[in-house]
């Protein structure tokens, strides 16, 4: 897993002209379109600066020890990501499932400041958490 810093490079890869925000999510179906709709909510939660949703319903238990262990709060973190990036556009490309965990190629930005990024989710319970970014 990666460090806090992490959060901040994810900011720099969410950046794209400013078009409206597609539901890429529903370009998929079952299981598939639940890891979908989770990094979906990510990008919600970044346009509403949700720092409470994405700390307490987004990320996993491990990613927020990770954060924790590189002495970040998970709210400051996330605030800081979400202040550095220029738009917080994300197209989930592909989604791939091996029983509870799950990696999810998203594209962001447009032209040349196109950005390819992969994140890793897991199943805890019913829900999606992400576990890596």
Known sequence: MRSA???????????????????????????????????????TA?????????????????LLATIKERGKNCRSAVEDAFKDADSLDLTVDDVSITGTKATVKVTSGTGSNEKSET???????????????
């Open 5 to 43: 810093l992490a959060l901040c490079l994810l900011a720099l890869t969410l950046t794209s002209c400013g078009a409206a925000a597609k539901d890429s999510s529903k370009d998929f179906k079952g299981a598939e379109s639940g890891v979908a709709a989770t990094v979906e909510t990510l990008e």
């Open 46 to 62: 970044a346009r509403d600066k949700d720092t409470g949703e994405t700390c307490t319903k987004l990320f996993s238990a491990a």
């Open 119 to 133: 994140l890793a989710l897991e199943k805890v319970g019913a829900v999606w958490r992400i576990s890596s970014l």
